[in-house]
Nanobody, 124 residues
């Protein structure tokens, strides 16, 4: 069973930065994504990156502030979050899907594996 372990969450003031990391227990052709869920809300797509890193996607609310990247040698995907806002407060989940294409996927139903999540809290 593939395991995804997130780290890097925490408490930060508005305008600050955090970098989330997600390490996969196996090296496979994974497309990777980050999702988040705020209290009382549904899980939503944040960012995704294709297996080779050639394709990325972002939800509109984080464009220009968040950057997704990956290091396949380390089985790790990152989410650099800058200019954080209180509305970014949520549990952030890493997800992976097996793929033979180099497309970034945004639909949670397309993902096969999920991490346990890491809390990000942005104070105003």
């Amino acid at each position: 069973q593939v395991q995804l372990v997130e780290s890097g969450g925490g408490l930060v003031q508005a305008g600050g930065s955090l970098r989330l990391s997600c390490v996969a227990s196996e090296r496979r052709r994974f497309g990777m994504g980050w999702f988040r869920q705020a209290p009382g809300k549904e899980r939503e797509f944040v960012a995704a990156i294709s297996w080779r890193g050639g394709s990325t996607r972002y939800t509109d609310s984080v464009k220009g502030r968040f950057t997704i990247s990956r290091d396949n040698a380390k089985n790790t995907v990152y989410l650099q979050m800058n200019s954080l806002k209180p509305e970014d407060t949520a549990v952030y989940y890493c997800a992976a899907h097996l793929t033979y294409s180099d497309l970034a996927r945004a639909a949670p139903g397309e993902y096969d594996y999920w991490g346990q999540g890491t809390q990000v809290t942005v104070s105003s």
